[in-house]
C-alpha cells in the first residue's frame, strides 16, 4: 500500500495561485503514475492532472491545460501541482491518487485537501 498526505489547499481569490503537494509513503517502488482528481459538491470526481512516476510525462485535463502543472520530486516521492489563474469553478476537494505499474485502476488515496476560489 501506498499511504499518500495531501496538503497546500485553501482560500484564494480568482486569478490567484495555489500550490498542492502530496507526500508518498510505503510501496512508492510499485508506482507507476500520480495524479490528481477534484470532486465540487454535487459532482463525480474529475481528473485533473497526471505524472508518469518514472519518466515525468503529463497529461492534464482540457479544463486546467495552460493553467495548472504538476510535477515530482522522485527522491522525496512527492508530487505537486501548481495552480495559477484559479477560477471559482476549480472550487473542490483535490486528491492526490497513487496507480500501481501492471495496474489500471488508482488503487491509493489521500484524505483530500479543499481548495475554495472567490469571484
Known amino acids: 500500500q501506498v499511504q499518500l498526505v495531501e496538503s497546500g489547499g485553501g482560500l484564494v481569490q480568482a486569478g490567484g495561485s495555489l500550490r498542492l503537494s502530496c507526500a508518498a509513503s510505503g510501496r512508492t517502488f510499485s508506482i507507476a503514475a500520480m495524479s490528481w482528481f477534484r470532486q465540487a459538491p454535487g459532482k463525480e470526481h474529475e481528473f485533473v492532472a497526471a505524472?508518469?512516476?518514472?519518466?515525468?510525462?503529463?497529461n492534464y485535463a482540457d479544463s486546467v491545460k495552460g493553467r495548472f502543472t504538476i510535477s515530482r520530486d522522485f527522491a522525496k516521492a512527492m508530487v505537486y501541482l501548481q495552480m495559477n489563474t484559479l477560477k471559482p469553478e476549480d472550487t473542490a476537494v483535490y486528491y492526490c491518487?497513487?496507480?500501481?505499474?501492471?495496474?489500471?485502476?488508482?488503487?491509493?488515496w489521500g484524505q483530500g485537501t479543499q481548495v475554495t476560489v472567490s469571484s
Open positions: 491518487a497513487a496507480r500501481w505499474r501492471g495496474e489500471d485502476e488508482y488503487r491509493d
Open positions: 505524472i508518469a512516476w518514472s519518466t515525468g510525462f503529463t
